[in-house]
């Protein structure tokens, strides 16, 4: 679903990613975790398409498609749905607008009929009920004063009913409380499927308790430096990530 070759991304004078490879194939999870300041969050805001970035070099391809070519929104219609480490605040916009503006326009691109008003409440009633979110969410300010912890389940519940093909989180279990951590654990759960892949950054191992990766990759300096099963992730948490670096180093 999505192949990634010898990216390299700048920012201002940063050259940021070096030469990053990774493919993800439909219906995995992998996980990114690396040292703070490695380019994690560069990695997928460029493949959402978030403006500030240049690609100087590599490829990324969406289902066969050049994914560093298509405009953010254009990604979005197509399935791409990025889960932000900040979740911003949009006043004046209300949740539940957002959610049927977002799902209307995937349905339009894919030549499907505007959502029935009936059917799109029972569908985010059921999904707010998977987030243990109260009802009143909807007619709020989109993550307008809305907490931390509200707002990573926000974006869950954003992706909950979107349904992307490809979807990106970043850092969402940071910030949340030991409950709200498996609530939004079980919503990634409840969307792993055949035809999803889910590629998704953190620093903590305890998230891949919950959501069991297929894939642990270390991005450090900008590199994918290893890769492995979730064995990876545990013997991150006892070792840290400086035998990953003077392996790199040495090789
Ligand atoms: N616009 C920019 N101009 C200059 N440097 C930038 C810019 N954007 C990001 N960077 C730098 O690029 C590096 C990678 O940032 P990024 O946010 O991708 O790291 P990260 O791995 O997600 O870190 P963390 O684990 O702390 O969230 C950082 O050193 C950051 O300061």
């Given amino acids: 679903m ?5 990216l390299q991304v700048k920012a ?8 990053l490879n990774l493919e993800v194939k439909a219906g995995e999870v992998h996980a990114i975790m690396g040292p703070n ?33 298509m405009a953010p929104e254009e990604r979005a219609r197509e399935g791409v749905f990025l889960a932000f480490q900040y979740p911003v605040e949009i006043p004046g916009v209300n949740n539940v607008y957002l959610l049927k ?9 894919r030549g499907e009929a505007e959502v029935d008003a009936f059917e799109f409440l029972s569908l ?15 007619n709020r300010g989109v993550n307008e004063g809305f907490s931390g912890g ?28 030991i409950d709200a951590l498996r609530v939004v654990a079980n919503g990634v759960n409840s969307l792993r499927r055949q035809d999803r892949a889910i590629l998704m950054v953190t620093h903590y191992q305890r998230l891949l ?9 270390v991005l450090s300096g900008g590199q994918i430096l290893k890769s492995g ?18 392996g790199a180093a040495a090789a």
């Fill in 101 to 109: 503006a977002g799902l209307n326009a995937i349905r339009k691109h």
């Fill in 12 to 19: 201002g004078d940063k050259q940021i990613l070096k030469g």
């Fill in 124 to 138: 985010v009633r059921e999904k707010m009920k998977l987030m243990q979110m109260d009802e009143s969410f909807l």
């Fill in 37 to 69: 300041g490695s380019g994690k969050s560069t990695l997928v805001q460029v493949l959402a398409g978030r403006e500030g970035y240049e690609v100087t070099g590599g490829t990324a391809t969406y289902n066969g498609k050049d994914l560093l070519a």
């Fill in 150 to 177: 509200e707002k990573k389940r926000n974006e869950i519940l954003q992706m909950a009913v979107l349904e992307p093909a490809l979807a990106l989180l970043d850092e969402t279990d940071s910030g949340l409380d």
């Fill in 229 to 246: 099963d979730k064995s990876l992730a545990l013997e991150l948490e006892k070792r840290g990530y400086d035998w990953i670096r003077q």
């Fill in 2 to 6: 999505l192949k990634i070759e010898n």
């Fill in 209 to 217: 308790d919950y959501i069991e990766p297929d894939r642990v990759h």
